[in-house]
């Protein structure tokens, strides 16, 4: 079983790119699973048919931890995807990192990718606090291969820099990590591509794909599906099945550069600050 980890900061596109990524591989005739590793639970609402499913810590902590209760957290989605969301701990309490890793756990427990035939796990990994808590799905195993997705924003830019740090200090203590490149969802700032592009090249990982702004994210999302499957004609899906593409073709991860906001500040002002401009904004819907 082929498994990917997308990590990110919450709000960068990670669930979007994640459920049309994997919405496309299973067009492909690939049996795909993707596990929401992230306390919003909202990984999958568009893949599955809504929000609040119920969650792997949620009903564990109601029901208790059962064979049956764990089945009850698979949910069926478009074109016979498999959903499950990890859940959180109860707010202030608890580490939500640790959580995802129990919730992991319990999937393996009980075969849930065998019984299913699952050929492809993408694991949906908030990476905010890039604490021990959230290294723990990477330190598990659980993140071999691990795509972040970024923007050209200095902030943003600057997060990635610490979850490439995570990724090299686990894999100096002898963990099989490894990013296996950025993917650049696209803000609208001005030279985007060129300052994504620099930044990864510091960090020596590729930019695997630029998926570019688009209003027909939002279109989907209103109709509660990924764009593969509610506008598969529009060259924003397009841009979903080449990175589904380059993504099931790819055979390679590096371990990251440490790269500091000192070096990204440069990149950034070179190309104007990083200011979008109205004019750079949201582009139309195709
Ligand atoms: P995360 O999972 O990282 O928290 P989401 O995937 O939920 O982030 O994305 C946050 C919001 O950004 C979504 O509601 C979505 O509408 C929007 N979004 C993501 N990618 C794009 C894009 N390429 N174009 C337009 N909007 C996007
Ligand atoms: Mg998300």
């Avoid at 691990?146 to 050209?152: A, E, F, R, S």
Wanted: glycine content about 12%; aromatic content about 4%; proline content about 5%.
């Amino acid at each position: 079983m082929r498994k990917i980890a997308l990590y990110g900061k919450g709000g960068i596109g990670k669930s979007t790119v994640s459920s049309n990524v994997s919405a496309a591989l299973s067009n492909m005739g690939i049996k795909v699973m993707q596990v929401g590793c992230d306390p919003k639970r909202d990984s999958i609402a568009t893949l599955c048919g809504g929000l609040l499913k119920p969650t792997i810590l949620d009903e564990t902590r109601d029901r208790g931890v059962s064979e049956e209760v764990i089945l009850s957290c698979v949910h069926q989605g478009y074109n016979g995807i498999l959903g499950v969301e990890s859940g959180g701990p109860k707010p202030g309490v608890g580490c939500g990192g640790r959580g995802v890793l129990v919730a992991l756990q319990m999937l393996e427990k009980y075969n849930i990718f065998d019984r299913h035939g699952i050929e492809w796990a993408t694991f949906d990994v908030l990476g905010d606090v890039v604490c021990g808590g959230f290294a723990q799905p990477m330190r598990a195993g659980y993140a071999k291969e691990v795509y972040i997705v970024t923007c050209g924003e200095i902030l943003t830019l600057h997060q990635i820099t610490n979850i490439a740090r995570a990724v090299r200090t686990l894999a100096e203590q002898g963990i099989e990590t490894g990013v296996a490149g950025l993917i650049d969802n696209q803000r609208g700032v001005p030279h985007e591509r060129e300052i994504v592009e620099e930044v990864a090249e510091l960090m020596g990982v590729p930019v695997i794909h630029h998926i570019p702004r688009s209003r027909t994210v939002q279109d989907s999302e209103l109709k509660g599906q990924t764009v593969i499957q509610a506008f598969p004609a529009s060259p924003q899906a397009d841009e979903y099945r080449a990175l589904a593409n380059k993504i099931r073709n790819n055979t390679e991860t590096f371990i990251p550069n440490i790269v500091t906001l000192k070096e990204i500040k440069p990149i950034v002002a070179k190309y104007g600050g990083g200011f979008a401009s109205p004019k750079n904004g949201s582009q139309a819907a195709s």
